[in-house]
C-alpha cells in the first residue's frame, strides 16, 4: 500500500507505482462501532469490526512511523472507549490546532482521539474493500502473482528475516497480512500493465484505456459490495451520495 492518506505504510503499499489506478482507488469511507459482526461484504468475502479494528489499530502505529524501529508511545493506537491512554499522549503532546495558551479540556482531547480513531477505520475500510476488488479482478481476468514474484517484493521491503520480525512485532501486524498488502500491490501493477500494454496504443489511447477500465471496475465491483447501515462507503451498493469524480 504505498500511497494514501493518512501518509503511512499501509497506504503507500496498496498503490506502489500505480499511477492514476492507485489514486482512484484511494477512496473515502465511514465506520463505526460495535462487536465483530459482518459490516461489509465483496462477493464471498466479509470484514468484520474485529479486523477493521486490528487493521486500524497497526494503522495508527504506521502513521506514526512510517518504518517503525521501537514501540510506539502509549496512547498513539487509540483506546475506545474511554480513549484514557489517547487522552493522556495528546495532554502531554504539543498541537497546533489549539491556541498556544489554551490548555484543551478532557472533552476536546477525547474528541480528538474519537477522529482520529474514525480517520483510522475510514481508511482501513477502504484499503480492505479494494484489495477485494483486486483480488477478484485478477481472478476474473487470469492475473496472478506467483509465489516467488511476492517473496521477491518482500525480500525488497525487508532485507532480513529479522527485520520482518520486528516490523510485525513492532506493528502488531500478523505475516499474512504483509503478504496480502504486498500481493495487492503487485496486483495492482498487472492490472494496470494489462490494460495499457495492448500492442499499437499511443500514450493518450493507453491513458484511455485506463481511464475507461478503471470505470467499469469501480461500477463492476461496487455492485459486489454490500455494507451494513453506518458503514456505507462510496464503494457500496447503498451508497447514495456523489461519487467522486474519476
Known sequence: MRVGTPTCRLAWRAGAGVGVLA?????????????????????????????????????????????????????????????????????????????????????????????????????????????YWLEGEGAARGVAVSDAELNQALDRQFPTQAAFRSFLKITGEKASDERALLRASLMTTKLQQAVTSQKGLTGAQQQQALARFIREFTAKWSARTSCQPGYVVQECKEYKGVKAPI
Do not use: W
Not at 468475502?45 to 502505529?61: K, M, P, W
Not at 508511545?73 to 474511554?82: H, Q, R
Not at 480513531?117 to 481508511?123: D, G, P, V
Open 23 to 131: 489514486a482512484t482507488l484511494a477512496l473515502a469511507a465511514c465506520g463505526g462501532g460495535g462487536s465483530d459482526a459482518v459490516i461489509a461484504r465483496v462477493g464471498t468475502h466479509s470484514i468484520t469490526t474485529g479486523t477493521l479494528d486490528r487493521f486500524a489499530a497497526i494503522e495508527a502505529v504506521l502513521t506514526y512511523q512510517l518504518n517503525p524501529t521501537q514501540p510506539v508511545p502509549k496512547g498513539v493506537v487509540p483506546d475506545p472507549p474511554s480513549y484514557a491512554d489517547c487522552i493522556a499522549y495528546l495532554a502531554k503532546t504539543p498541537t497546533t490546532l489549539i491556541a498556544p495558551k489554551q490548555h484543551p479540556s478532557t472533552a476536546q482531547l477525547k474528541a480528538r482521539c474519537r477522529q482520529k480513531q474514525e480517520t483510522l477505520r475510514h481508511h482501513m475500510l477502504d484499503i480492505l474493500i479494494t484489495n
